[in-house]
Nanobody
Framework: QVQLVESVGGLVQAGGSLRLSCAAS????????VGWFRQAPGKDREIVAE????????YYADSVKGRFTISRDNAKNTVYLQMNSLKPEDTAVYLC???????????????WGQGTQVTVSS
């Protein structure tokens, strides 16, 4: 088993930046595909970024492409989400997830963090 803990989010003005981290314990993060999801009020949970297990290929939702960057630091057993040029519509609870496999699933991932609130003000 692996436990995932997200860093604390925060309140950021539009156009600002924030970096989230997802620290893994119990297992090596490089053994899993890892993704970042978000859920806004009244909206379904959506995947915003993922990094594959084997090669570390990255994938992004169209809504965040060019603004968000997912990365993995195997030495620190941590995955990051760098968020730049934040918009009010980015406001959501952000969660990291891990799955035994090369790619993250849309729903049935094996492990989830508890989530952290990110609020972007206009």
């Amino acid at each position: 088993q692996v436990q995932l803990v997200e860093s604390v989010g925060g309140l950021v003005q539009a156009g600002g930046s924030l970096r989230l981290s997802c620290a893994a314990s119990g297992r090596t993060i490089s053994s899993y595909a890892v993704g970042w999801f978000r859920q806004a009020p009244g909206k379904d949970r959506e995947i915003v970024a993922e990094i594959s297990r084997s090669l570390g290929n990255t994938y992004y939702a169209d809504s965040v492409k060019g603004r968000f960057t997912i990365s993995r630091d195997n030495a620190k057993n941590t995955v990051y989400l760098q968020m730049n040029s934040l918009k009010p519509e980015d406001t959501a609870v952000y969660l990291c997830a891990a799955r035994w496999g090369d790619r993250i699933a849309q729903v049935n991932n094996h492990y989830w963090g508890q989530g952290t609130q990110v609020t972007v003000s206009s």
